[in-house]
C-alpha cells in the first residue's frame, strides 16, 4: 500500500504564505501524476494542481488566473510541494495530496471513499490550512 503524508498547514495570518508538502511512499511514474486538492467547510472537494514526472504542472483555472499557487517537486526526496502565496480566509481548507494519480477525482468530499477506483491515486489524511483575516 501506498504511504501519502501531508504537512506544511498551519494558521497563518491574511497575506501570509506557505508551502505544504506532500511524500509518498511510491512517486508517481509514467502517465501518472501527483495532485493537490482542498475541502473548506460546507464545500465540495476542490481540485488545485498537478505535476508530471516530467514536471509538467496544471493549476485549476480559477487559481491560475489569481497566480497564488505554486507545484513543484523534488523526486529525489518523492516529494510533491505546494506554494500558496497571499493567503486569504477562503483558502482555509484541508489541503489532500494523491499520489500516482490516472486520473481527477470530481467528488463531494475528500478523499475517495476506501472502495474508490485506485485511478483516483493514494491519498494523505490532509494537512489543515487556516487563514484569519
Known amino acids: 500500500e501506498v504511504q501519502v503524508v501531508e504537512s506544511g498547514g498551519g494558521s497563518v495570518q491574511a497575506g501570509g504564505s506557505l508551502r505544504l508538502s506532500c511524500t509518498s511512499s511510491?512517486?508517481?511514474?509514467?502517465?501518472?501524476?501527483m495532485a493537490w486538492y482542498r475541502q473548506a467547510p460546507g464545500t465540495e472537494c476542490e481540485f488545485v494542481a498537478t505535476?508530471?514526472?516530467?514536471?509538467?504542472?496544471?493549476?485549476s483555472h480559477s487559481l491560475t488566473v489569481e497566480g497564488r499557487f505554486t507545484i513543484s517537486q523534488d523526486n529525489s526526496k518523492n516529494t510533491v510541494y505546494l506554494q500558496i502565496n497571499n493567503l486569504k480566509p477562503e483558502d482555509t481548507a484541508i489541503y489532500y495530496c494523491?499520489?500516482?494519480?490516472?486520473?481527477?477525482?470530481?467528488?463531494?468530499?475528500?478523499?475517495?471513499?476506501?472502495?474508490?477506483?485506485?485511478?483516483?491515486?493514494?491519498w494523505g489524511q490532509g494537512t489543515q490550512v487556516t487563514v484569519s483575516s
Open positions: 494523491a499520489a500516482n494519480q490516472f486520473r481527477l477525482w470530481i467528488g463531494n468530499t475528500c478523499p475517495p471513499g476506501p472502495g474508490a477506483n485506485r485511478d483516483f491515486g493514494y
Open positions: 505535476i508530471k514526472p516530467d514536471g509538467r504542472t496544471y493549476i
Open positions: 511510491e512517486f508517481s511514474s509514467g502517465d501518472s501524476e
